[in-house]
């Protein structure tokens, strides 16, 4: 685990330096700054600067500084539209993310609610009811089989009294 956790840390420290180097290099030319173009010319996801505020800092710090000679500090249309469609879209999915969760929630409380009440059958009592419905029909059938072989086993009875009485008239 360590060892893991270490190449992580290395791998975090090598794209730092990309980044500070890039932005370095970036604040020498006259292009703009945006996270954006710096996450691609450092070759690292935007969410990197985003989860270190130092670096995101230091981007918004360089992007708003007064230009120095030479340097051209205008920050373009099209990179504020980008950040807003952006920031539009994320608070979509977070929005659909969170009614996804509120449904959730809301049946979960339901449930819980409904139970509580005792309105409802639990589901293993509702289960068990089936069963109890099912073993009284198998029952009530059984009993009419027995009820059919009494009276069968009575009117064999009869007949074996009636053959020994015409048995014993007849000795």
Avoid: C
Avoid at 36 to 43: K, Q
Avoid at 49 to 58: G, I
């Amino acid at each position: 685990m360590t060892s893991m956790n270490e190449g992580r840390r290395a791998d975090s420290a090598r794209r730092r330096e990309r980044v500070l180097k890039t932005l370095d290099t970036m604040l020498r030319s006259d292009g703009d700054i945006t996270v954006s173009g710096l996450a691609r010319a450092a070759r690292v996801d935007r969410t990197f600067l985003y989860r270190h505020r130092d670096l995101l800092e230091r981007v918004h710090a360089a992007a708003t500084a007064p230009p120095e000679e030479g340097r051209i500090a205008a920050v373009s249309r099209a990179s504020f539209q980008a950040d807003l469609a952006n920031a539009v879209e994320r608070n979509k999915r977070l929005a659909a993310r969170i009614h996804q969760l509120e449904k959730r929630l809301s049946r979960t409380l339901g449930e819980a609610a409904w139970a509580d009440s005792g309105l409802g059958a639990a589901a293993d009592i509702d289960q068990l009811q089936r069963r109890i419905t099912m073993l009284e029909q198998k029952l009530a059938a059984k009993q009419g089989e027995l009820e059919e072989r009494t009276d069968e086993l009575e009117a064999a009875r009869n007949a074996n009294r009636e053959i020994t009485r015409a048995l014993n008239k007849r000795l």
